[in-house]
Every structure is written in structure tokens, then in C-alpha cells.
């Protein structure tokens, strides 16, 4: 898994990716693009804080 630095990874980069990709392709439907945004909370929920493209405070 690509690291960033002090611990940090990459590891869901990919799903940020495909959710821009889908946001774009469907002109911005969100619901459209449940199934992407869904995938990056599941990667969120394994690598947590650990990864940069997750939204959790640095301490918890």
C-alpha cells in the first residue's frame, strides 16, 4: 500500500476517484452515485485514519 508519510496511506484513493468520475458522468447525482460513495465508506471503515482521502480527526 503506498504510504504518504508519518503512517499515512493511499489506501482509498482509488474510490475518491471513481466517485469524482461518476459525479461528473452523471451530472452531479448523488444518488446516482450511492454504489461509489458507499465503497469509500467501507474503505474508510477498514483503514479509518490511517488513510488521507478519510475524514477523521488525526486523534481519534
Known sequence: MPTIGAG???????HTCR???C???T???NA????AIDALKA???KYGKDS???AFPKDA
Not at 499515512?8 to 482509488?14: D, G, I, P, Q, S
Not at 446516482?32 to 454504489?35: E, F, L
Open 32 to 35: 446516482a452515485c450511492s454504489w
Open 52 to 54: 488521507i482521502h478519510c
Open 23 to 25: 459525479l461528473s458522468e
Open 27 to 29: 451530472n452531479y447525482d
Open 19 to 21: 466517485i469524482q468520475k
Open 8 to 14: 499515512e496511506t493511499r489506501a482509498c484513493y482509488k
Open 43 to 45: 474503505c474508510c471503515e
